[in-house]
């Protein structure tokens, strides 16, 4: 059993679309991550969340603690948002992340 | 600023050597931790550390080995017991109720 399930797996989008990538965990949380990873490998932080929405530029992180589910939305998309984005929730151990398996994101021009 | 920096970014080495993976932070961080992914897959963890000079292994241990001498810096080994090394590795750190923190841009490593 997964800890973390994200969907969709893979998202292709034309460019201005409106994106949205879903998180669900099991798991009991004080805090969740979105991260971004281009293509090369490089990770990226993009939120770090425990309630509540927070947005930065076009990203948009929202977290639903009751229903244990978060979503990240992008408004406008652009193909430099290609990459595949990732949540990750502290176990309630603290010794670990667990991670989805990813969202791979294709913003087509 | 406050950080965790991983380095490098890139790495080549030949089948049977040793190498070892950096990983700093300067946020006062307990915790710190390495993953691995392969293609198509989720990050999966391969040791942490809660405190220095103690590590636990993790889901897939095996072929690495890990150090804790300063709070600052958990290096990762990867060694020549590590039947599939080409990788990418993620080092992140964390606080000890998780309440922060952070992850590294990563290493990609290619064994030839």
């Known amino acids: 059993k997964n800890e973390v399930e994200q969907s969709p797996q893979n998202l292709t989008a034309q460019e201005g679309e409106f994106i949205t990538i879903n998180c669900s965990y099991s798991?009991?949380?004080?805090?969740l991550h979105w991260l971004q990873q281009h293509p090369g490998g490089g990770i990226v932080s993009l939120f770090m969340l425990s309630s509540g929405k927070k947005k930065h530029g076009r990203l948009i992180a929202t977290i639903n603690i009751q229903e244990k589910h978060s979503s990240l939305h992008i408004t406008a998309s652009h193909p430099r948002d290609s990459a595949v984005y990732i949540c990750?929730?502290?176990?309630?151990?603290?010794?670990?992340?667990?991670f989805g398996t990813g969202t791979s994101l294709t913003v087509i021009p | 600023d406050g950080g965790i920096t991983q380095s490098p970014k890139y790495l080549f080495r030949k089948e049977g050597q040793n190498v070892t993976l950096s990983c700093e932070q300067n946020?006062?961080?307990?915790?710190m931790y390495w993953y691995r992914q392969d293609p198509g897959q989720g990050l999966r963890l391969i040791y942490y550390?809660?405190?220095?000079?103690?590590?636990q292994k993790g889901d897939i241990a095996e072929g690495y080995s890990v150090s804790r001498e300063k709070k600052e810096s958990f290096p990762l080994t990867v060694t020549s017991a590590q039947k599939n090394p080409t990788a990418f590795y993620l080092c992140a750190s964390s606080m000890m109720k998780n309440t922060e923190a952070f992850f590294g841009q990563g290493t990609r490593l290619t064994v030839v």
């Open positions: 990750a929730v502290p176990s309630n151990t603290g010794n670990q992340f667990y």
């Open positions: 946020l006062n961080h307990d915790a």
């Open positions: 798991v009991g949380i004080s805090a």
């Open positions: 550390s809660q405190i220095v000079n103690d590590f």
